[in-house]
T-cell receptor
């Protein structure tokens, strides 16, 4: 079945540092890829998405490129802020012949940014 | 435009009891999905409802059941609660694309219901 793997362990950075959170996936067909963010005590918010190979999703300074050849969708930001502290989830949806589009999530990466 | 709402916010139950969680979808959305998020984990798909019918199900036992109403709101029912059912339950609403192509739907999530089973 489909699966998403995110880099292990929490990430701790200083403000204005460069951020990379790795995400790789396994799926048949042509999945769409997403990054969701979850702030403390809140539900999930869509951060960015890419629906086909080589697409780049971007939002609020975050970027991720859909790389079919490496089955990856790494999240990057050039300069993080304290307000970016949250849990980040990589996810995919893949109809694969079904009639519904469930999301398959990675385990999440906790990001903490210090002033 | 009203977003996805869920009730209650928090709930405490004891093992063996039954629980009903509620979700109101975003205006105009006729598809509702439910997810279970255990502490420290990513959300896991429970099932999806479209036009009042279950339209897909993840790897959850039959004691997890649901309903969707004509106004597209939805309920998640869990019978015979177990300790491992303690989790954040998330509801998401979406629209299917024309022709039933589901892969590119954006799902809009509610804030979740935190269920604790003692």
């Amino acid at each position: 079945g489909d699966s998403v793997t995110q880099m292990e362990g929490p990430v701790t950075l200083s403000e204005e540092a460069f951020l990379t959170i790795n995400c790789t996936y396994t799926a048949t067909g042509y999945p769409s890829l997403f990054w969701y963010v979850q702030y403390p005590g809140e539900g999930l918010q869509l951060l960015l998405k890419a629906t086909k190979a080589d697409d780049k999703g971007s939002n609020k300074g975050f970027e991720a490129t859909y790389r079919k050849e490496t089955t990856s969708f790494h999240l990057e930001k050039g300069s993080v802020q304290v307000s970016d502290s949250a849990v980040y989830f990589c996810a995919l949806t893949n109809a694969g012949g079904t009639s519904y589009g469930k999301l398959t999530f990675g385990q999440g990466t906790i990001l903490t940014v210090h002033p | 435009e009203t977003g996805v709402t869920q009730s209650p916010t928090h709930l405490i139950k004891t093992r063996g009891q039954q629980v009903t969680l509620r979700c109101s979808s975003q205006s105009g959305h006729n598809t509702v999905s439910w997810y279970q998020q255990a502490l420290g984990q990513g959300p896991q798909f429970i099932f999806q409802y479209y036009r009042e019918e279950e339209n897909g199900r993840g790897n959850f036992p039959p004691r997890f059941s649901g309903l969707q109403f004509p106004n597209y709101s939805s309920e998640l029912n869990v019978n015979a609660l177990e300790l491992d059912d303690s989790a954040l339950y998330l509801c998401a609403s979406s629209l299917p694309l024309a022709g039933g192509i589901w892969s590119y739907n954006e799902q809009f999530f509610g804030p979740g219901t935190r269920l604790t089973v003692l």
